[in-house]
């Protein structure tokens, strides 16, 4: 499966991004999802995870309550509606795919990803 994010952007703290992951493939729902988020000079971190059916997702806690992941799965496509935005948000992020029935919170889980989305959070 081939992943493209897409969505980024700068935004002032406190605004709101919508990131979107479309999928090649015809096995999308078959997969879980995952957005991943790195910042410069870290590590990459992991952000939230959906199911392949969308009845069950995980988050960081850095991004509970203001981070929602979902997908459509006729679209394949996968969101990450990001509200209430803070510098520390600010990251390349990106997404992930494993065909598997359950959800992994670490990349290496993961065996396919996209190019990234560049997030910029201004204070």
């Known amino acids: 499966v081939q992943l493209q994010a897409s969505g980024g952007g700068l935004v002032q703290a406190g605004g709101s991004l919508r990131l979107s992951c479309a999928a090649s493939?015809?096995?999308?729902?078959?997969?879980?999802m995952g957005w991943f988020r790195q910042a410069p000079g870290k590590e990459r971190d992991f952000v939230a995870a959906?199911?392949?059916?969308?009845?069950?997702?995980y988050y960081a806690d850095s991004v509970k309550g203001r981070f929602t992941i979902s997908r459509d799965n006729a679209k394949n496509t996968v969101y990450l509606q990001m509200n209430s935005l803070k510098p520390e948000d600010t990251a390349v992020y990106y997404c992930?795919?494993?065909?598997?029935?359950?959800?992994?919170?670490?990349?290496?889980?993961?065996?396919?990803w996209g190019q990234g989305t560049q997030v910029t959070v201004s204070s």
């Open positions: 992930a795919a494993r065909r598997t029935i359950f959800l992994f919170t670490t990349g290496a889980e993961y065996n396919y």
């Open positions: 959906i199911s392949w059916t969308g009845a069950t997702t």
């Open positions: 493939g015809r096995t999308f729902s078959s997969y879980a």
